[in-house]
């Protein structure tokens, strides 16, 4: 059974504060991973997707992926109020195989 | 625009009622799939299609069906046999290839009354 773990929070960082959200896997034919923001009531969006060890970054987010410890993180700088929301890690197992998702970690910014 | 659309956005089922949700694409995608999110919860795959007229129970098919007639269209109906069926419906297409996500349409909440 493939499975994608992460805490379900919530996650209360201040504004301004780094926020660090987490992800271990368990299969470690798994190569590809995404990250997906849902606001309440709303479809999850794409906001990062990693495929080598190491770091990636895209503005304040960074994705860091480590696939011997099978563990993927996000890393939202100077965070911000509207960023307040519930994080989808998905791990994608094989070309043109579908996603298995995590439970979401719920992130709240406070001002 | 190149997109994923889901209508209705809200639907309200009566008892032993089958309804459809729609889902259409523009983006060219081969596999469209279906997804269901109760509050506070993850995504359970319903149902998922890789090509045109094939498709697959996902982990929750029970109480569902699906068609794959078009490349752009994956309809998912909810038969009076799901008998819980309240909850949030999301449907994704994506490319294949271990590059691509999913794009999800803005999603349909269906109601019992």
């Known amino acids: 059974q493939k499975e994608v773990e992460q805490n379900s929070g919530p996650l209360s960082v201040p504004e301004g504060a780094i926020a660090s959200l987490n992800c271990t896997y368990s299969?470690?034919?798994?190569?590809?991973f995404f990250w997906y923001r849902q606001y309440s009531g709303k479809s999850p969006e794409l906001i990062m997707s990693i495929y080598s060890n190491g770091d990636k970054e895209d503005g304040r987010f960074t994705a860091q992926l480590n696939k011997a410890s099978q563990y993927v993180s996000l890393l939202i700088r100077d965070s911000q109020p509207s960023d307040s929301a519930t994080y989808l890690c998905a791990a994608r197992y094989n070309q043109g195989g579908k996603l298995i998702f995590g439970q979401g970690t719920e992130l709240s910014v406070k001002p | 625009d190149g997109g994923i659309t889901q209508s209705p956005k809200y639907l309200f089922r009566k008892e032993g009622q089958n309804v459809t949700l729609s889902c259409e694409q523009n983006?060219?995608?081969?596999?469209m799939y279906w997804y269901r999110q109760d509050p506070g919860q993850g995504l359970r795959l319903i149902y998922y299609s890789q090509i045109v007229n094939d498709f697959q129970k996902g982990d929750i098919a029970e109480g569902y069906s699906v068609s794959r007639e078009k490349k752009e269209s994956f309809p998912l109906t909810v038969t009076s046999a799901q008998k819980n069926p309240t909850a949030f419906y999301l449907c994704?297409?994506?490319?294949?290839?271990?590059?691509?996500?999913?794009?999800f349409g803005s999603g349909t909440r269906l109601t019992v009354v």
């Open positions: 983006l060219n995608h081969d596999a």
């Open positions: 994704a297409s994506s490319s294949p290839g271990q590059l691509y996500g999913y794009t």
């Open positions: 299969d470690r034919g798994s190569q590809s």
